[in-house]
């Protein structure tokens, strides 16, 4: 599958959704569960359906004062992909 256009606009995929084990947030998914913490949660948090892939990045940006955005953009594309192949993400 390709990665996401800058265009793209992420969202979770039918079945999946966010719960709580615990004390930490995890997104429940119909094969199982993930436990996904740090840049990799607020990137899927930003995953609205609304904001674009370029939204996002601008986003994050803003948020990591400093990280280059190209580099932000690499790896949101990575990371949407390989969540897509699994069926997590839509786009």
Known sequence: MAPPLDSSQPRLAAGCRWATQGTERVLLYPEG???IQ?????VLELC???RAV???VEELAGRYNG?????IQAD???FLGELQQKRIVDY
């Open 33 to 35: 569960m993930l436990r």
């Open 38 to 42: 740090g840049t990799g949660q607020t």
């Open 48 to 50: 609205d359906g609304k």
């Open 54 to 56: 370029a939204q996002i």
């Open 67 to 71: 990280a280059d955005p190209a580099k």
């Open 76 to 78: 949101v594309a990575s």
